[in-house]
């Protein structure tokens, strides 16, 4: 017998049974879900080669990031926090280790530096700076 599902709502292979549409575990069995990784188009992977005053998207929960020490009400010990800027950029600048960039957008207006070389924690604050990924965008705004 199939079970017509609602809307927001997906089915256990493993025990049949309903679950929310964005949990990662059955309720009812703890069967993992598979997630579909899917590529994001239009990603750029030699940054270098990027031209001045074209716009990119900053893809969120990539960047810096720091490991949660303590227990709060927000966070949890060992749960990522991310540090960097999200949204769409002008590329203003380059130098050997990201890309100086000005918002496109009214949220997120100003300067920034994008951060795009390897990998590493910084000693003095316990940030790791990982590089942006980041993806080409046609911009239609004001700004």
Same mark, same amino acid.
């Given at each position: 017998?199939?079970?017509?599902? =609602?809307? @927001?709502? $997906?089915? *256990?292979?493993?025990?049949?049974? /309903?679950?929310?549409?964005?949990? %990662? ?50 966070? =949890?010990? @060992?749960? $990522?926090? *991310?540090?960097?800027?999200?949204? /769409?950029?002008?590329?203003?600048? %380059? ?49």
């Amino acid at each position: 017998m199939k079970v017509k599902l =609602k809307r @927001g709502q $997906k089915l *256990c292979k493993k025990c049949n049974s /309903v679950n929310a549409a964005r949990s %990662k575990k059955c309720k009812y069995c703890l069967n993992d879900f598979i997630s579909k990784n899917i590529p994001i188009k239009n990603e750029i992977t030699d940054w270098r080669n990027i031209e001045l005053g074209s716009y990119i998207k900053v893809i969120q929960g990539t960047g810096p990031y720091f490991i949660c020490t303590k227990d709060s009400e927000d966070t =949890k010990i @060992g749960e $990522k926090i *991310c540090m960097g800027d999200t949204g /769409v950029f002008k590329i203003v600048g %380059k130098d050997q280790n990201g890309l100086k960039v000005n918002g496109a957008l009214n949220k997120n207006a100003g300067f920034s530096y994008l951060y795009m070389g390897l990998p590493k924690k910084s000693k003095n604050t316990g940030i790791y700076w990982e590089p942006y990924r980041i993806k080409k965008v046609k911009f239609k705004g004001k700004r």
